[in-house]
């Protein structure tokens, strides 16, 4: 099993920046391929990012693109997502998800294990 907590999402103008981070825990990380994913109200999860298990690829939904930036520390078990340039469109719940298979990064259905989420807004 893994356990995956995120933290530092909040409430920003827009313009503005946020940095999430996802603390993994109950199995080696580095073995992990990992993702961010959100969901707004009455809207389908939808992927933001995913990154290897060495930092060796990044993905990205087309919408992210240019301005948020997936990164992971595998020393400190840790997956953060820089968000800059935040609009309105972006608020949602976020998501860390967990892949211990080899399934494509921007799937749903590829990830074994999930965050409780943690809630972005981004004001006008």
């Known amino acids: 099993q893994v356990q995956l907590v995120e933290s530092g999402g909040g409430l920003v103008q827009a313009g503005g920046s946020l940095r999430l981070s996802c603390a993994a825990s109950g199995r080696t990380f580095s073995s992990l391929g990992m993702g961010w994913f959100r969901q707004a109200p009455g809207k389908e999860r939808e992927f933001v990012a995913a990154?290897?298990?060495?930092?060796?690829?990044?993905n990205y939904a087309r919408s992210v693109k240019g301005r948020f930036t997936i990164s992971r520390d595998n020393a400190k078990n840790t997956v953060y997502l820089q968000m800059t340039s935040l609009n309105p469109e972006d608020t949602a719940v976020y998501f860390c998800?967990?892949?211990?298979?080899?399934?494509?990064?921007?799937?749903?259905?590829?990830?074994?294990?999930w965050g409780q989420g943690t809630q972005v807004t981004v004001s006008t």
């Open positions: 990154i290897g298990r060495s930092s060796d690829s990044t």
């Open positions: 998800a967990a892949d211990k298979g080899y399934g494509i990064p921007g799937y749903v259905r590829s990830y074994d294990y």
